[in-house]
């Protein structure tokens, strides 16, 4: 988030942080392995190929870690890397926890809407090795590039689950989508409007800003702009927009879309969504 905020003022006239010698993949990895045995000793930990590791619990059971999503936040921010190694730890620690527990309990005031591209589940499963472990998530449609998936907030991690799983919570199907944003509501801040000429920005802390898509009280009191609201979401911790009729203010967010959408961790979409009948469509 703190490379895109700067990279966003930048694009306007302002000067952004910049950064020294970075990290090759291979010794961003040997990082990672050296601060995993450190912190958690009982687990064997081998490099299986670039930014890919291979993690062997006491319990017998394993994992395969990818550092690519932890590499680009470093690169992003390499002065942030002891922060990043932190999180991925912790990070890997549940995943060792819900991996090794008999039962795993989701906890239903922590369920999130989160808006994803349609390419995330190819992707997703690429990254399992070409689909060989089956991806059985919650979702559902929001237009023609996006779709809502609903997963539990945790203080580490973003766990996806099941329909098998959506069972045992005996949530109602119909009932999901407003129960998810009624606890986002309640887990994120304010959202902070940083107005500008050609475009303005929202955040809320990084990792839900493409979600408020869906908070259609918040585009609804939005401050007046050129023409109807158009947004660019490049990622899930960016949301800038600017109105239909600047075309300045158009071609800014649309070239940053592209740039960020290339470069980003977690890329979402280089296409721009205009505000509609309470919903966002693709803006041709």
Known sequence: MKRMLASLLCSFGLTG?????????DQFTQVVVKAIRQAQPANSVTIKGKLELAIQYPEGKGAVAYLDNAYSKYLSDPAGLEEILQKYIAALADMQKKATAKTV?????RIVPIVKDRHWLAEVRKSLKGGKQAI???????????MVIFAEDTDNNINYFSPKDLEKLDIPRDKLRELAMENLRRLLPKPQIRAGALASMITVGGDYEASLLLFDDLWANLPAVDGEIVVAVPTRDLLVFTGSHNQKGLEKIREFASTESRESAYRL???LFVYRNGHFVRFE
């Open 269 to 271: 979409s280089d296409k």
């Open 136 to 146: 059985d998530n919650v979702y559902e449609d929001y237009n023609e590039e996006l």
């Open 17 to 25: 942080p910049a950064h020294g010698q970075t990290l090759s993949p």
């Open 105 to 109: 309990a989701i906890d239903r005031t």
